[in-house]
C-alpha cells in the first residue's frame, strides 16, 4: 500500500493508546528492552487500568503462564485464596434457590462439560471458520460464508440444549460475558474458538462466576501501582480520547477529541476491536482488517463496584459472601475480610441508578447494614467485544494490542492482556530499534498451540450430549408412540 508522505518529524518513538493491561505491558517491555526510547500513553478515562480497575481482585488461572511469568517480573505476590473455616456457611445464588434448582445445575454442569469435550477441535486462530477449515480450500469465497452461515447461533445452541428457562437464561449471559456479544449474535464455532483459547468455557466460569479458593488471586492496586512504578519515567496523558489516525510513510499522527496531535514512529493501539472500528484511518484501513467490523457492536455495559464496611455482614446471615443472580447479571463475592466486590452487566440508562440497585440486591439476602457501606466505588465500562479473529499483524507502524482484539491464548482475560501487549512491544520495537530485537524476543511471540485440554474418546463425547433436555424429549416421544401404537392395536375380539 502506498502511504502518503508527512512533512512532520516525530516527536515520539513510541505512541501507546489506551492505558489498559495491555497497554501498561507493552510499555513496560519495551522500556526494559531499550530505556532511551521516548514514549508516550494517552487514555481516555480518568485513571489508568482500564478494565482492571483499581480495586479488588483477578482471579487468575494456571494456563494464564505468560501472566504468571509477567507478575513475578514484576515482584507482584499471587495469594493463595483462604476457606472461612469453623461455621457453616453457604453462598446466595439465583441458581441454588428453587425447588428445580438440583436439576438445573445438573444440566448447566453437563452441558459445560459437553462443550469443553469438544473444544480441543477448536483454535482461536482459525477464528471463525474453524469447523470447516478443511473444506475451505477447495471453495470460493462466496461459499466460505454459506458454509458458516450454517453454523447455530449460541441462543439456539442453549435452546436445543438446556430444558430450563433460568438455565437457558443464565448460559445466554455467561455468553455475552465471555464475547461482549449478545447469544443471539454469536456463532456456536466463534464462540468454541473463544473459550478453547482461555483453556474452556469451564476454566471462564472459574474465573468469573464460581471463583472457586483453588484460584490464585492477585490485588489491582498492586499490579497497578507496581506496572505505573515502572513507568514513572514516561508521561501518561489521561482524559483523552483519540479519534483520528493519519499514517504517513515515515511515522504516524493521532489526533484527539480536542484537537491535540501527537506524532510517533510507531503507535501502539491497545484497544478492544469495537473502539478501533469508532477510529477514523487515514488512508483507509486495508479490507484485511476492515472485515472485522462487518457486524454491528452492541453496546453492553459492565459496572465494577468495590464496598468497605465495619464487618463482614454476609457471615452473620450465614452467608460466604458469594452472590449472583441472573436477572439482572450480577456476580459479588468477599475479597478480604469486610471488603466486598463485583460486576454488574447492564444496558446504557437500565438501571438507573447503578449503586442503588447493587446495595438494594446486596441487601435483601444480607441485611440493611450492607446499604451503608463505609466506603463505595464503581466504574462502569464497555464489555469488550471479541468475535474477529485476533489481528496479530500490524498494519505498518501501527501495531494492535488488547486482550479481547489480538490475544490468541487467554482472550479476554488479563493473560491474553499480557500476551498481546508483549507481542505489540516487540513489533514497535521491530520498527524503532530492530537491532535490540533479539530471536527470543520473536519465538516468544509465535503463536503458540492453544488448547490442552483433556482428548475424550468418541463414546463419552457421544455420552456427553445426554443431558436432561433430550432425556425428557427422547422420553415423551417414545412415551407417545407405545401410547399411539396401544391405541391403534388393540387385540380384535375372540
Ligand atoms: C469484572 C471483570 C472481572 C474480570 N476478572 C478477571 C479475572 O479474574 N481474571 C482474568 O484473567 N481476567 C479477568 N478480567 C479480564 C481482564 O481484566 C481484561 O481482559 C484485561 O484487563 C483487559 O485489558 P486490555 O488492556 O486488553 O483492555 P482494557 O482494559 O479495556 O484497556 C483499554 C483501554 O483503552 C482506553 N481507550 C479505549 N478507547 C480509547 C480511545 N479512543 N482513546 C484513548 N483511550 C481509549 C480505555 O479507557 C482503556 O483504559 C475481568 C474483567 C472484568 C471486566
Known sequence: MDLPFGNESPDLDVLIVGAGLSGLTSAVKILDKENSLNLKILDECEAPGGQLGTQGIRLVSEGQKELISFLNQLNVPLRQRTESEGIYLRPYRDLDRGFLAAPMKFELRRYVNMLDMRMKKFSSLRFPLVKLH??????????????????VTMERHICSHLLFQQSR????????????WPAKKIKYDEFMCLCSCCGGLGVILDLYYDMPKSLLDLSCKQLLDSLLDKLKSISIAQNVTVVKVNHFKDYVEVVDDSGGRYTAQAVILALPWDRVSELEFYPALPKQFQTQFERKT??????????????????????????????????GFEHMPSEYSGYIVHADGELGNVQET??????????EEMRS????????????????????????????AGSSSVATKNRNLMGGAVESGIRAAVNALYVVRPQVVSWRDLSDIQDKKLYDGVSHNHFSTLLSRLNVYNFTFYSVFIIGIIVLLNFGYRPSAG
Open 134 to 151: 478443511k473444506y475451505l480450500n477447495e471453495v470460493n469465497h462466496c461459499e466460505r460464508f454459506r458454509l458458516r452461515d450454517r453454523s
Open 169 to 180: 437464561q443464565f448460559m445466554s449471559k455467561v455468553v455475552q460475558l465471555c464475547s461482549g
Open 298 to 331: 452492541p453496546r453492553i455495559l459492565l459496572t465494577q463496584f468495590y464496598m468497605r464496611y465495619s464487618r463482614s455482614f454476609w457471615i452473620y446471615h450465614g452467608y460466604t459472601g458469594d452472590f449472583s443472580t441472573i436477572e439482572p447479571f450480577m456476580v
Open 358 to 367: 447493587v446495595l438494594d440486591m446486596l441487601a435483601e439476602p444480607f441485611g
Open 373 to 400: 457501606p463505609l466506603e463505595y466505588n464503581h466504574q462502569t465500562m464497555r464489555l469488550n467485544t471479541s468475535l474477529s479473529k485476533p489481528q496479530t499483524k500490524p498494519w505498518l507502524r501501527v501495531i494492535w
